[in-house]
């Protein structure tokens, strides 16, 4: 039986309905895969890593209340399913599935008697979503000018991009970075004459950190994005052949082990947030499946990565993608299956559908980096032009979208390099 229900006899929608006195919330929050409630309470289910099957007390009096909550606004991907534990629920028995799948969600029930059962006074949904303050400056780091750097640059929130800064960390190239934490940043992978797993934490003031041991399978030209508002995902990349694994980074910047991946396995992918706690992975390469591709996979908020999702726009691989205008994502760039450099874009909107191509702006190229910046707006910048040359030119990109004609480049020429967004202060 479905768990939607449309009237809230109390208060519009957004707002929790008003409780009877008495309700004692419990201190723990339940993270498990069941809960067995009692009347008289109030309950904070996180349905983060799994669904939550609720048990109602199997004997009920008149007026007793019993409140559910979202506690981590992710029953939209892990549902809460209700036993009603032998009497009723809204007139049906107890075997009717009883199902809330709406993140954000509050559920107020209250027992009427033997006929009605347990009836849910208000199913209300905080119809705002807490955000993050957007990312103020950008980073690029390493790269290849023919020999592999790790030097950085950083980028302010009006997008200018400041002279080289002396690296830190093992100097490498093909590697991907991605916001966590939300102002800060990590950069992860790449090759440095050998794949690595080695990845570098950035503060939320821009300082790369020396290398930390690296987690999961050596690899590189992947890509990585943020999800979940504060958390970071890497995947997909090349280890010898191309491959669809992944790995999560929590909050804090620990990465984890490889997850089995989904999807074409590929490398010289892009990926960006879009949405609100959303991802999403495009393009890429795969010797098995054609050469270049333009299937693309999104992220829920918890961080799964959903099977391929049919492609748009032009195949390519080696190209770059970034969160712009507050919810939406671009991919830009990149090289066509005849190895030439491309200029066209590919706009994601805020629930993940990727548009056809955009004529090119700028000076076509392959293997750069791309990141969100002043709190709405994106770059692209650095990569590979006409198959020998270096560049250091950007293109701003502005919160609608629309991508500018070649800045003036600063600093050193390079290819292969990751760039990523940091900082909440401008």
């Not at 498990?32 to 048990?55: K, R």
């Not at 599935?97 to 949904?125: F, K, R």
């Not at 770059?320 to 991919?331: H, L, N, Q, R, T």
């Amino acid at each position: 039986m479905s768990g939607i229900v449309t009237s809230n006899v109390f208060r519009g929608s957004g707002v929790i309905a008003a409780t009877a006195a008495g309700i004692s919330f419990q201190s723990s929050v339940t993270t498990g895969t069941t809960l067995t409630v009692e009347a008289g309470n109030g309950y904070f289910i996180d349905t983060t890593s799994n669904i939550c099957t609720v048990t109602l007390p199997s004997a009920a009096s008149k007026g007793d209340q019993i409140i559910l909550i979202d506690f981590a606004r992710t029953w939209g991907t892990y549902s809460v399913f209700i036993d009603s534990n032998g009497l009723n629920y809204q007139t049906q028995d107890d075997t009717y599935t009883v199902e809330y799948s709406t993140s954000g969600a509050t559920v107020n029930l209250i027992y009427s008697d033997a006929t009605t059962g347990w009836t849910p006074i208000s199913d209300d949904v905080v119809a705002d979503t807490p955000v993050a303050p957007p990312t103020q400056k950008a980073l690029f780091g390493f790269g290849s000018t023919g020999s592999r750097v790790s030097m950085s640059n950083l980028v302010n929130s009006s997008g200018v991009v400041a002279t080289d800064t002396t690296g830190v960390g093992t100097a490498r190239d093909s590697l991907a970075a991605s916001a966590y934490g939300g102002d800060k940043a990590i950069f992860g992978y790449g090759n440095t004459g050998s794949r690595v797993s080695t990845t570098n934490l950035v503060s939320n003031s821009g300082v790369v950190a020396t290398d930390t041991t690296g987690v999961g399978s050596a690899r590189q030209a992947l890509a990585a994005a943020s999800y979940g508002l504060d958390k970071a995902i890497f995947a997909y990349g090349n280890t010898g052949s191309e491959v669809s694994m992944s790995n999560l980074v929590t909050n804090v910047g620990v990465v984890g082990t490889d997850v089995t991946g989904v999807g074409t396995a590929r490398s010289g992918i892009a990926a960006c947030r879009y949405g609100v706690g959303l991802a999403i992975f495009g393009y890429g390469y795969n010797a098995g499946a054609g050469n270049s591709q333009n299937v693309t996979n999104k992220v829920s908020n918890v961080g799964v990565v959903a099977s391929d999702t049919t492609g748009v726009g032009s195949t390519r691989t080696s190209l770059a993608a970034a969160a712009y205008g507050g919810d939406k994502g671009i991919f830009g760039y990149g090289s066509n299956d005849a190895g030439g450099g491309e200029s066209i874009t590919n706009k994601v909107s805020n629930t993940g559908v990727v548009a056809s191509d955009t004529t090119g702006v700028g000076t076509a190229r392959n293997y750069l980096a791309a990141a969100d910046y002043g709190g709405d707006k994106a770059i692209f910048g650095y990569g590979f032009y006409d198959g020998t040359t270096n560049v250091s030119m950007t293109n701003l990109v502005s919160n609608t979208g629309t991508v500018a004609s070649d800045t003036t480049g600063v600093g050193t020429a390079r290819h292969n390099p990751a760039a990523v967004g940091y900082s909440f202060s401008a």
